[in-house]
């Protein structure tokens, strides 16, 4: 985990790695800030969606029981979002780098969409 210091708090910028680990043990809350169209091609089975186009950092929970980390497409509007929860009075949050994209390149499963059917497909990068 990379640790920034920003005017507005603490940026925690996780690995996809570091995120599943987090993940899988309960510890974390996943949110996605991709548009609905996006999520609803492929995601991460179990993140949450809220989309940066309507994204209000007020109305997100506190971090008292789990830590939020956000994720999007590359990491970039995930990091956008990070800064508006800080902005917004949170002393620290963490996003995923890199975004989807490194957690596919990463080998992690996902739910995709099957071709064949248009269903949800669990998906795995294949080495």
């Not at 996943?30 to 949450?48: S, Y």
């Not at 995930?78 to 990463?106: P, T």
Request: negative net charge.
């Amino acid at each position: 985990m990379d640790i920034e210091q920003t005017d507005n708090g603490t940026l925690e910028n996780w690995t996809p790695d570091e995120v599943a680990k987090a993940f899988a043990k309960n510890e974390i809350i996943l949110i996605d800030v991709r548009t609905p169209q996006e999520f609803a091609l492929e995601r991460i089975t179990g993140a949450l969606l809220a989309p940066m186009q309507s994204f209000q950092a007020d109305h997100m929970p506190d971090q008292n029981s789990k830590q939020i980390v956000f994720h999007c497409g590359s990491g970039v509007r995930s990091a956008k979002v990070a800064e508006q929860v800080l902005k917004a009075g949170a002393d620290r949050i963490a996003h995923m780098a890199g975004g989807f994209v490194a957690w596919k390149d990463s080998g992690l499963p996902y739910m995709g969409t099957d071709v064949s059917t248009g269903g949800p497909k669990e998906m795995k990068k294949s080495g």
